[in-house]
């Protein structure tokens, strides 16, 4: 199995804040039995610890809209790494997390480079 670039962006997936008044912690997009593959794979981004990680309204430990963006984000980023579909990424992760309505054009929105 190839491995993804690991995530260097320096900056909060959310907000975009750079951690300095709230340190960045590196959270893995796929927890739970999934997380070392998320490890392996370089899944995961950076999140201000308290606004975005786990303690804030938004953050993605709170609000499951926001894990579930993430979860599509991530989801993408895997399958565009690996030359996976979505059933391949199903079969590796247990679930496919894309909305069934979506369709590859909505690719770019969430795109975040
Ligand atoms: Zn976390
Ligand atoms: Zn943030």
């Not at 804040?17 to 912690?25: A, M, T, W």
């Not at 999140?47 to 894990?67: F, I, K, M, Q």
């Not at 894309?98 to 770019?108: F, I």
Request: aromatic content about 10%.
């Amino acid at each position: 199995m190839s491995r993804l670039e690991p995530m260097y962006r320096r900056t909060c997936w959310l907000c975009g804040r750079n951690g300095s008044s709230d340190p960045l912690d590196k959270h893995h997009i796929f927890g739970g039995s999934n997380r070392r593959l998320s490890e392996e794979l370089g899944l995961w981004v950076p999140l201000c610890h308290h606004r975005c990680h786990d303690g804030g309204p938004n953050s993605v430990h709170r609000n499951a809209e926001t894990a579930q963006r993430l979860h599509e984000y991530g989801q993408l980023k895997a399958m565009k790494a690996m030359g996976w579909t979505a059933e391949d990424f199903r079969m590796n992760f247990g679930k496919n997390y894309l909305p069934p309505d979506y369709t590859p054009e909505d690719e770019e929105e969430g795109e975040f480079e």
